[in-house]
């Protein structure tokens, strides 16, 4: 199959295209790097031994995105470009609607156009907002708390309306929990920015000394150890319910939403031991207040996925820590080389 894969230059995006070109596929990514680096796409080379069709482009400028449809012959799309910082979307909720509803609804017009059918969407467990249960079931009620989260549940009422419209279509968005954990290479992994949001990228940047400690915000829920309690999904254990997924939507039509995680809570502090004991390495912390916005607890019911997919996570935690350990400590600076070999990227104005 030839799948277009949007933000496959991501965090997520690099290792769902690298299982999907050892299942036997053809990718052609397309990603405009505003957050990501063009020597993961190098990396990515390395390890799948194949050359890899990445395209720079913009998916919210809708004639640079129709000219990748006109050029290449494609099956399906798994998108994940957007945007994803929760603090940020608050600050600038008018960025978040364009970039992850108005581009995904232009993404899936051409998609009509051009006569794909088959998309699967990178949607979130915050469109769970505050859980009234845990593990967290599909058909739990949806309420986010913030615009990313609004934008995410917004695309997904979208695209079930859409599919109900238009019957040959096979839509399955994926509501991820938490993505920890890095390529067992160690050449991909989380390359953030900036000071990084998450947990794990955090811990490993403590680790290596570029931060000083770790924040901890809360040890006073009703927890085992008053910290939150998150679902922490290997990145590769991710990426390969992508394939699944994708598998499952041949010869089917309408809109179908599967949980990805690994139904298993952890603590902060339960990772940060964990982390210690993979790495040998003492992790600085400090508590503070709670964060706004955080739940206590939070982990998906991943039955329907392995009943409908037949996909279950198999990587342990431990994994998780050694695996985002071993990325962190080959690459301390992350990718560090921020340019792609001259001839490597193709630009719209190559098509
Ligand atoms: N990482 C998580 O914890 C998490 C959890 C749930 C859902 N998600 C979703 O998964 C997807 C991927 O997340 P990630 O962690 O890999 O993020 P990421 O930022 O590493 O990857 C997104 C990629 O999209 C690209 N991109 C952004 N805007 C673009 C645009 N307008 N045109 C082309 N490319 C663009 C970025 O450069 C980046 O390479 C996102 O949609 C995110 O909302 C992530």
Redesign the pocket.
Known sequence: MNILV?????????HICIELIQAGHEIII???????NMEVINRMQAITKKKITCLS????LKEDLEKVFQNYSIDSVI??????SVPESLLNPIKYYL??LV?TIQLVELMNKYKVRQFVF?????VYGTPEQCPIPETASLNTTNP?GTT?LAVEKFLYEFAQSNQSFSIVSL?????IGAHESGMIG?DPFSIPN?LMPYITQVATGKLPYLNIYGNDYPTLDGTGIRDYIHVVDLAKGHVKALESLKGKNGWKVFNLGTGEGYSVLQVVKTFEYVSGIPIKYHISDRREGDVAISYADATKAKQQLDWVAEKTLEDMCRDAWRWQRNNPNGYKVRNLEENQLLYITDL
Do not use: C, M, W
């Open positions: 949007t933000g496959g230059a991501g965090y997520i995006g690099s397309v990603d405009n790097f505003i957050n990501s482009v913009d998916i919210s998108h994940l470009a957007g945007s994803k970039q992850n581009s990178s949607s979130s467990a915050t990313y995410k509501r991820y929990f938490n993505p989380e998450n």
